[in-house]
């Protein structure tokens, strides 16, 4: 299967070249309904490109905004044109196999992914077509790469995988007395699946204990924080799509109570979180739109390496400090 991988990827880097020596014209194949273009060469394009992006929230929306520009604006520095399907999948497992397939209907010359699910989805319906992952924490578990150096397949991308720890080591400067996290995640997010195995691992390793309290969906949200606020010192979140876009109502019942709401993503700070380390993910969309330009222009993903970001920043929310009384100026620039 992999050797077939190869083949097929190697066989399409070569027809993507011949396309470009042909000017590769009438490839673009206009856009659907409800779908933006962004180049302003529609139907003229050298290259056509679907992006799905699984739902929205803080920090997919900024990854899709700063890959879009980037594209757009390295597309123009190398002289082609690149027109973008933009579709959102609104978190929904059905859509994101509505549109991967309408995207390999069309016949697109790359798939853009932003977000693990949608990731998935994309890598299921092709092994022909290119995809750039965008923000997949885990894409050796998760889209079955054969690693993060050689995919070996039609899919590379970038990660936001980020050394756990950092985050506890905030936790355990900003308020060192707390000693219980509850751990709130949604079960069938694959990301967040290791991330909270790396989380166990470490209070298990630094004397701390954990509750967990899961949701199956972000309406379970407000409850699950409710409880855990009950019964621990601390909320711990992992990178999670599904607890993201509850952020805010997390941070009201957590202020609340008082009790500190470490997160592992920038958006979930802003959102409302105390503190956070992780990914800057506008460096992170940029990246993504770089590999795609790549790839595009005849780059192999089963031998591109995944990128990991090697910038972990601390962010934290003095509004949110203030509310709660813990000290961040450690912390505040
Ligand atoms: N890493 C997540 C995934 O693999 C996507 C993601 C990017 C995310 N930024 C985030 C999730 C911020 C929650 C919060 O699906």
Excluded: W
Excluded at 76 to 81: F, H, K, P, S
Excluded at 140 to 163: E, K, R, Y
Excluded at 173 to 195: D, I, R
Excluded at 200 to 223: C, I, W
């Amino acid at each position: 299967m992999k050797k077939m991988h190869k083949l097929l990827s190697a066989m399409l880097s070569a027809a993507v070249c011949a396309g470009m020596l042909a000017g590769c014209s009438g490839s673009s194949s206009g856009s659907a309904a409800g779908s933006q273009t962004a180049s302003g060469s529609a139907g003229g394009a050298d290259y056509t490109v679907g992006l799905i992006q699984y739902m929205e929230h803080t920090s997919l929306d900024e990854i899709r905004t700063a890959l879009e520009q980037r594209l757009q604006s390295q597309a123009e520095a190398a002289g082609i044109t690149v027109d973008v399907q933009v579709q959102n999948a609104q978190g929904d497992p059905t859509n994101i196999s509505n549109i991967c397939n309408k995207f390999v209907g069309e016949g697109v010359d790359l798939i853009v992914a932003i977000a693990t699910p949608a990731a998935a989805g994309a890598a299921g319906v092709t092994e022909d077509i290119p995809i750039v992952f965008s923000a997949v924490t885990d894409p050796v578990t998760d889209l079955q790469l054969d690693s993060l150096d050689a995919p070996g397949g039609n899919v590379t991308g970038t990660s936001d995988s980020i050394p756990v720890e950092k985050i506890f080591e905030v936790a355990a400067e900003l308020t060192p007395e707390a000693k219980n996290f509850g751990l709130l995640y949604c079960t069938s997010e694959p990301s967040s699946a290791g991330v909270i195995a790396d989380a166990k691992a470490y209070l298990d390793a630094n004397g701390g204990s954990y509750t967990e309290a899961t949701v199956t969906n972000t309406s379970e949200v407000q409850q699950a924080a409710q409880t855990l606020v009950e019964k621990c010192d601390a909320i711990f979140i992992p990178i999670d799509n599904t607890v993201a876009t509850a952020m805010s109502v997390v941070a009201e019942v957590a202020n609340e109570a008082k009790i500190p709401v470490y997160v592992s993503a920038d958006s979930m700070v802003k959102d409302g979180g105390l503190a956070s380390a992780g990914v800057n993910y506008t460096n992170l969309g940029e990246k993504t739109a770089d590999m795609v330009l790549e790839v595009l222009q005849g780059a192999d993903p089963a031998t591109m390496p995944v990128q990991t970001m090697t910038d972990v920043n601390v962010v934290v929310n003095e509004e949110t400090a203030a509310a709660i009384g813990v000290d961040v100026s450690a912390y505040v620039n």
